[in-house]
């Protein structure tokens, strides 16, 4: 492939290399292709500019975008065999996802539910066998009760599961604490439902 | 936090304890919103703590401002992997933080792998250029942002929360086209111009 911004030497390398530029024309495409997430599902992209919109909802099919101002081109699909030649490289490179760990709590308190105080050594197990130094530990709750005061609450049950992070030997500085209120369900309700799956804290392990 | 003032237990009380000696229970950090009918004395006392409570608060808003706050991290890379930042070349390495504005480059025998804060994950082959545009993660403000741009190369992108809360919040940004996303695995590839 040339590059279209070689640097040439020699006056004689410099026209050779003008005339093979021009010939290709330069043209600079962009591919975009659909492939299923890591537990089998496909989603759906939408690829616009200026001059069209495309698409794609079927897994291992591309679109390809010859410039700003021509269309993205009708999806067609690729074998994985032609996905693989072109990423290898980028999805051999891809990070395991980070393991996330849920712990419930009882309603309008920074108390764990028993079953959850279970999972307490695990989370442990992870950061070790990870060796993460990047820990999230995120508050939530339910919709019952205002805003304000459910980040609160949500605050109070992250610090909870902070403390004992720490007590346990995890870094204090490896991990950060923080409260998404009721904005971020893990059961999406109305306002003002009592959810006893939101009323949780999630630790996520990098 | 820096710069704080530590309350201990405060947020054990429930609900916690007003900060405001005139009116118990009021948890409304603004300074005006706790005002209610009060002798001159408690006025004064309740002056000198709404000025108290205000400097913590003026002190946390300013301790996070001086330190920005990461966005992700690095948690593969194979040597030939650099991130440009405030016009400094940073090689990179495993478990090194990831910043708005950052310009992850690899070279011709390169590849990375990033995950953000809202797990999703970005990778990268070689000869690969990939710009941090605008990473918001505060779905309790609901301030949520993914605006990429992958400027040349070969890319693996797998959607993560963001996307799951506000997918018009995702935009990856390539020369030809904008792609938008529903909770989604793309694979994109730029040549280089």
Known sequence: MVSCSSFAPSLKLLILLLAIILISGCNRKTMVVLVPDLDGKTGAVIVSNDAGTVDIDTANQATTISGRQSAPKA????????????????LAAQPEPPVHFILYFISDSNELQPESLESLPAILQTI??????????????????SDEYNYKLARGR?????????????????????????????????????????RRVEVVVR | MTGCAALQDYFYASPPQGLFPASPGCTSTHKGCCNSASHEEDSMKRITSIFFFFFIMLGCTLGSQAAPASVGIVRSVSMDAHI???????????????????VVKTGPNGSIGL???????VSMGPNSEFAVEDFLFNPSEKKLSFVVRMLQGTFSYLSGQISRLFPGAVRLETPDATIGIRGTHVLVKVEGS
Do not use: C, W
């Open chain 2, 115 to 121: 995950i953000f804060d809202d797990d999703t994950l």
């Open chain 1, 128 to 145: 070790q066998e990870r060796n993460s130094v990047d820990i999230s530990v995120i508050g939530h709750t339910d919709t019952v009760g």
């Open chain 1, 158 to 198: 992250a610090e909870a599961v902070n403390t004992y992070l720490v007590g346990r030997g995890v870094e204090q500085g490896h991990i950060r604490v923080s409260s998404h209120g009721e904005q971020n369900p893990l059961i999406p309700t109305g306002d003002n439902v009592s959810e006893p799956r939101n």
């Open chain 1, 75 to 90: 999806p067609e699909p690729m074998t994985k065999e032609e996905i693989e030649a072109v990423f290898s490289r980028a």
């Open chain 2, 84 to 102: 440009l930042r405030n016009g400094t070349s940073i090689e990179a390495k495993t478990n090194m933080k990831i910043m708005n504005g950052d």
